[in-house]
């Protein structure tokens, strides 16, 4: 079958998948307290999500990375992985997850039996308060537990840590240490106008750029090429020997060379992060058992495709999109 090229000419070979957009955390950045999930009915079974990730594999994609929501929350997350694993090696090179780490000491065996070999665990802070205070929940231990169990049963592990100007600015270079004292990368993420959360973002956000200027009063960055096809940028801190990204949306663009979509637990495909542009799967999936109608509705998606997005952080604007960062898996 025809691989997947998007109207700039970029292949697509790179899905996220979110199973749910439920959460046992609910981090301030992210989504309210209060927040209104999407009803069951709406949801992609499991097999429609098996049957997606493979219409996909067979056009080409060669990563699937299982998201949410939090991905662990999903019932059955472990069975649709093992149904998902037989594309291993036969034109999908890996299986990845973004989790939160609160029920990975349970799964993180599991999941390395079900071909997970890399692990996204998104941690904000060691600090037991600052943890409760960002996340809403007093989970930090179990986390850590989580990583642990992940590291014993053979995952390679990845951090990722908003930046929060005032939660957790002060604790970024202990993460690093930390992190890369344990042989983690590290990857920092700018924080994104995505949904509408309890907080006024312009003063959550916190520059990048400003982070890694601090950091070369007191630590050697040197620049490293990017190796993941992705939005992060990579510098090798000399001091720590330790791998470290920063994901800066808001004052870089990483659109040129962009290989990703992101499907949504509701089977929406949105082309990119920072654009509403989206397509249902969810109808032609269900209308035929047929895989026809299923691939021109993936062509058709592919070909709305934007050239970059259009994030504006500005004080009481609307967020970019109405859509929460949960929805879209990140
Ligand atoms: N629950 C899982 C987790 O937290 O890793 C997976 C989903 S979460 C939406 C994926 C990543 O997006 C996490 O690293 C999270 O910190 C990040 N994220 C969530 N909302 C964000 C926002 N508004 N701006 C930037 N990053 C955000
Ligand atoms: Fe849940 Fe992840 Fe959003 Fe935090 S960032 S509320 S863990 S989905």
Request: charged fraction near 30%.
């Amino acid at each position: 079958m025809k691989p997947l090229i998007d109207p700039f000419g970029r292949a697509i070979t790179y899905l996220r998948v979110s199973v749910t957009d439920r959460c046992d955390l609910r981090c301030i950045y992210c989504m309210t307290e209060r927040m209104r999930f999407v009803p069951r009915p709406e949801l992609l079974t499991l097999e429609e999500l098996a049957r997606l990730c493979a219409a996909f594999v067979q056009r080409g994609v060669r990563r699937l990375r299982f998201t949410g929501g939090e991905p662990l929350v999903r019932r059955g997350f472990l069975d649709l992985l093992h149904e998902v694993k037989r594309h291993l090696g036969a034109g999908l090179d890996e299986i990845t997850l973004t989790t939160n780490g609160v029920q990975l000491a349970e799964f993180a065996e599991p999941l390395y039996h079900a071909g997970v070999r890399r692990v996204n665990v998104s941690i904000d802070s060691l600090d037991r308060d600052t943890f409760k205070r960002i996340a809403r929940r007093d989970r930090l231990a179990q986390v850590l537990e989580g990583v642990d169990a992940a590291e014993r049963a053979g995952l390679k592990i990845k951090i990722n840590t908003v930046a929060l100007k005032h939660d957790n600015a002060h604790e970024i270079p202990d993460l690093v240490k930390w992190a890369h004292g344990r042989g983690f990368d590290i990857t920092l993420i700018e924080t994104m106008p995505l949904g509408e959360i309890d907080e006024d973002r312009t003063d959550q956000f916190l520059s990048l750029a400003r982070v890694r200027e601090d950091m070369q009063s007191y630590w050697t960055l040197r620049d490293i090429p990017d190796r993941t096809g992705g939005p992060a940028r990579y510098v090798r801190v000399e001091e720590t020997g330790g791998r470290l990204g920063f994901i800066t949306p808001l004052t870089h663009n990483f659109c040129e060379g962009c290989s990703r979509v992101r499907l949504t637990c509701t089977g929406r495909l949105y082309l990119c992060l920072g654009h509403e542009t989206s397509a249902d799967l969810r109808a032609p999936l269900r209308a035929s058992a047929e895989d026809a109608p299923l691939q021109e509705a993936i062509d058709a998606a592919i070909a709305l495709r934007p050239k970059g997005h259009d994030f504006v952080i500005e004080r009481l604007s609307q967020p970019a999109t109405e859509r929460h960062m949960s929805a879209t898996g990140g």
